[in-house]
């Protein structure tokens, strides 16, 4: 078994007026947020993703299904907790992630730093082993078209 492991992972949201728009643990205002049976945070959903798929552990859909009543509405921060404890089990441990959002509005770069300053303090790692960018997609696809939301994150593990 090696002792590093990477890891992929997406999501995607669709976006709603009404709705709140969490990124990455921090609530970004926005005249539209995301329609999910949780709190929708399609980062922190990508990145437990990724950091589940680097440790062979399925998806975050295995884990914490959206057909049970005890995910409907969870901070999503929880989730994050809860996969890092999951990795735990197998002996890895978060060396350090890069992902990005792709979205036409609002614009991310202002509140980029405390997503990463967030989710580093939830993982308990430093803030610069966390790193996050954005993008918009020149107004083509369904981002480009606000009607939703995706992120990638690729994580890289260690065995300790």
């Not at 680097?54 to 907790?81: C, Q, W």
């Not at 609002?106 to 405390?114: A, E, G, M, S, V």
């Not at 995706?150 to 300790?160: G, I, M």
Request: aromatic content about 6%; charged content about 25%.
């Amino acid at each position: 078994m090696t002792n590093l492991r990477i890891g992929y992972g997406y999501d995607v949201h669709r976006l709603a007026e009404g709705e709140t728009l969490w990124l990455g643990g921090v609530l970004v205002p926005h005249s539209k947020g995301t329609v999910a049976h949780s709190d929708g945070d399609v980062l922190i959903h990508a990145i437990c993703d990724a950091m589940l798929g680097a440790a062979k552990m399925r998806d975050i859909g295995y884990h914490f299904p959206d057909t049970s009543g005890e995910f409907k509405n969870i901070d999503s921060k929880i989730l994050l907790v809860r996969t890092n404890e999951l990795i735990a089990t197998k002996h890895y441990r978060i060396v350090n992630i890069d992902a990005t959002i792709a979205a036409q509005k609002p614009r991310l770069k202002d509140y980029i730093p405390l997503m990463e300053e967030k989710m580093a303090e939830v993982l308990g790692i430093d803030p610069e082993n966390v790193s996050v960018k954005a993008t918009t997609t020149e107004k083509l696809g369904f981002e480009g078209r606000e009607e939703g939301i995706s992120a990638y994150a690729v994580v890289l593990l260690e065995r300790f």
